[in-house]
């Protein structure tokens, strides 16, 4: 059983920081999906995510634990914070391989140049 929260971040003024809010829970067992809350933040269970282990999309009818364990990886822009909670089968316990470049990037410097402009004088 994979038990996955859908939260939001919100500015609280009076408190002066920012709380997340609860949006969506989804529980997959086995071949059973449960969305309960705002259904619509993953089309109630038909949104595809990509299965960070494999790189393949994955859709809910294809493995619903899978499926729930990606939805992290699927909210990363921060507006929708997915988390797991619960786990009764963790994928090995790990991260996705991360993809570091083997060589530091040459950025080149830019040459002095005698094109500058005196500040003010624009």
């Known amino acids: 059983m994979v038990l996955v929260e859908i939260q ?10 920012a709380r997340l ?5 989804v529980k997959a067992d086995g ?3 449960e969305v309960h809350g705002e259904e ?7 949104m595809p995510v990509m299965d960070p282990f494999t790189g393949h999309k994955l859709s809910s009818a294809d493995d619903p634990e899978m499926w729930a364990r990606s ?3 699927a909210f990363r822009a921060g507006d ?7 786990d009764d089968n963790p994928v ?9 470049p083997h060589e530091t990037p040459d ?4 040459p002095p140049s005698a094109h500058r402009v005196a500040a003010g004088s624009c």
């Open 40 to 46: 619509e933040l993953v089309a109630g269970g038909e």
């Open 107 to 110: 950025v080149p410097t830019r």
């Open 8 to 17: 939001s971040p919100a500015y609280d003024e009076e408190a002066g920081n």
């Open 31 to 33: 071949d059973r999906l």
């Open 21 to 25: 809010l609860w949006r969506a829970t």
């Open 80 to 86: 929708l914070v997915a988390v797991v909670v619960h």
């Open 92 to 100: 090995h316990g790990a991260e996705p391989d991360r993809v570091a």
């Open 71 to 73: 939805l992290p990886y």
